[in-house]
């Protein structure tokens, strides 16, 4: 090898020298190339936030032993379905509002929860559906309430948001308006299961309806929801559902008003609530949250505590919330004995739990 360099210098210089040119800027190009790319990662890492994901599939007083067999693994594999549809917007960069609404609409096709198909049925025997989102960023909110044939409310409520200066279209105003927007538009029947009629067969009054709130607290909820704080540390917040079960034609629960049921500021947290709604309506639960973090400075954590498990349960008030604040701590409590939930953060941690 020696030998064959040394000759190689002595026959021909000029092919040396430009090899080792060649060499050189091979080499140097590459360490460039690297360092760039090192740069690149430790700017991502510095701008980029943490991502994180929260659902619930509604709160209610249901006992494990109440379950049928194989109906806890089906709900849990949903859930993780769920968080999945979620974390694969979240994970690649996207917004924590297209995660929301995303999750939500995932929810709303799966039968087994009180929200689109599979949503419990008023004291008609119909499915009146109700849903809200919320931009933590902006600050703008859209909902719809009432609806009988609009497939998938979450993103009628984010049309009502992104395409008018409202914030909330009810009833045939919001059909109308989902027409417009060429959302798919189903028969009032696609909402009803086997499994809800048979429900809403055993629990007809043989009265007429009383006022909701001299009725007994339900003994299940199935609302669904979803908040999330994306990459770029914007928040975002979904609430869906048939609202309670028997419900007078006409009633309007928590889940699509804003502060209510749902509330989302990238100044504080993001929020959505399930349970008794007139009670959620009333205690102005959503934003109760962000107000007790934003101006008595208290931990997302103890804002939950304090308003579900001390508020609420004064009141007899059955349900729970999740919430995730603007640095990706989360929270989920409830005061019924189960609350179908989960989470997925991107550090890898990921769970779900009913009870
Ligand atoms: N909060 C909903 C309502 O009152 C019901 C639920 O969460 O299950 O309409």
Redesign the pocket.
């Known amino acids: 090898m020696r030998l064959f360099y040394l000759r190689l210098v002595a026959c021909k210089p000029g092919l040396v020298f430009i090899s080792i040119v060649i060499m050189f800027s091979v080499l140097t190009a590459n360490f460039l190339y690297a360092q760039t790319e090192a740069a690149a990662a430790v700017a991502m890492s510095a701008v980029q936030h943490p991502w994180v994901l929260v659902i619930h599939g509604?709160a209610g007083n249901i006992d494990k032993a109440g379950m049928k067999a194989g109906e806890e693994q089906a709900y849990l594999k949903k859930l993780d379905e769920a968080l999945k549809t979620g974390s694969e917007i979240l994970s690649h960069g996207g917004s924590s509002l297209d995660a929301v609404e995303a999750v939500v609409r995932f929810m709303e096709d799966c039968p087994l929860f009180?929200a689109g198909k599979g949503a419990v049925l008023d004291e008609n025997g119909k499915a009146e559906l109700?849903a809200a989102i919320m931009d933590g960023k902006s600050g703008m909110a859209g909902a719809v309430g009432g609806v009988t044939i609009i497939k998938n409310p979450v993103t009628a409520a984010r049309r009502v948001m992104e395409k008018t200066c409202n914030v909330m279209l009810v009833g045939a105003g919001a059909e109308k308006f989902a027409r417009v927007q060429h959302l798919d538009i189903v028969d009032p029947s696609y909402f009803i299961t086997p499994d809800r009629l048979e429900a809403w067969k055993k629990s007809r009054p043989a009265q007429p309806a009383k006022p909701v709130n001299s009725q007994p607290p339900p003994q299940k909820?199935?609302?669904v929801g979803a908040v999330a704080l994306d990459m770029n540390g914007n928040l975002a917040a979904a609430t869906s559902?048939g609202?309670?079960p028997g419900k007078l034609t006409g009633r309007i629960?928590?889940?699509p008003i804003i502060g209510a049921?749902t509330y989302a500021s990238n100044n504080t947290c993001a929020v959505s609530?399930?349970?008794?709604?007139e009670f959620?309506m009333r205690n102005v639960v959503a934003y109760d949250i962000a107000a007790l973090m934003e101006y008595r400075g208290m931990p997302l954590e103890e804002a939950g505590k304090l308003v579900v498990m001390d508020k609420l349960r004064n009141q007899k008030a059955d349900?729970g919330l999740i919430a995730v604040d603007k640095d990706g701590n989360i929270t989920m409590p409830f005061n019924t004995k189960a609350m179908f939930r989960g989470f997925v953060k991107s550090t890898g941690e990921q769970e779900t739990a009913i009870f």
């Open positions: 509604g009180n109700d909820h199935g609302t559902t609202g309670l629960g928590d889940s049921g609530a399930t349970g008794h709604g959620f349900g």
